[in-house]
């Protein structure tokens, strides 16, 4: 049973340092999503790529959040530096451009930021 | 720019009890119709999906509406269980999912 795997799963860190989250695809896969969700935003699109590029970020602070695929089993969600109000879960989610964005999720980084 | 809206946003009924969850959504372009749930802590999973093609699709205790002229959906929860109990998300896709805010569900033994 293919999954799209996360790390770290748990991470706590204080104001201003570099976070770094990590998301493994389902192999095959060619269709990335990076989301954000609180209690108060729900499910927040931040960042999508497909075949490696990057689709549309609209949804992420430029100033301090970078997205990429360095290749197609990684993709990486950085913040830098860190504020308290990204605090949140963030999913990392994959599919097949050919299902019609099928989504499958991965277990989610919880990120505390002190 | 595209929004899906989701009501209610919080819905309790009791244990064997119909459940129905509505959305709708802004993009007409948008062909392609997905419902997650999430169960607390754990990653949203999806349960059910329908395409513009098809108005109705059945799973077991699980269906969807869909009325494009209209643009709205609806997931409805027939012989709810507790293990219902969770939130529930709805989402409309053309080139990119747009998610509704969440229902979350409680089923009362």
């Known amino acids: 049973d293919a999954r799209v795997t996360q790390t770290p799963r748990h991470k706590v860190t204080e104001m201003g340092q570099e976070v770094t989250m990590r998301c493994q695809p389902i192999?095959?896969?060619?269709?990335v999503f990076w989301y954000r969700q609180t209690m108060m935003q729900g499910l927040e699109l931040l960042a999508y790529f497909r075949n490696r590029a990057p689709l549309d970020d609209s949804g992420m602070p430029k100033d301090r959040f970078s997205a990429e695929m360095p290749d197609a089993t990684l993709a990486t969600l950085k913040i830098q530096p860190s504020e308290p109000r990204d605090s949140a879960v963030y999913f990392c989610a994959s599919g097949l451009v050919v299902a019609q964005e099928t989504q499958y999720f991965g277990p989610g980084t919880r990120l505390l930021v002190l | 720019g595209e929004n899906v809206e989701q009501h209610p946003s919080t819905l309790s009924v009791q244990e064997g009890d119909s459940a129905v969850i509505k959305c709708t959504y802004s993009?007409?372009?948008?062909?392609?119709f997905p419902w997650y749930k999430q169960e607390l802590g754990k990653r949203p999973q999806l349960i059910i999906d329908i395409r513009s093609n098809v108005g109705e699709k059945k799973d077991q205790r699980i269906a969807v509406t869909l009325n494009k002229t209209a643009k709205h959906f609806s997931l409805h929860i027939t012989e709810t269980q507790p293990e219902d109990s969770a939130v529930y998300f709805c989402?409309?896709?053309?080139?990119?999912?747009?998610f509704g805010p969440g229902t979350s569900l409680s089923v009362i033994p």
């Open positions: 993009d007409s372009a948008s062909n392609y």
């Open positions: 192999l095959g896969h060619n269709t």
């Open positions: 989402a409309a896709s053309y080139d990119k999912v747009i």
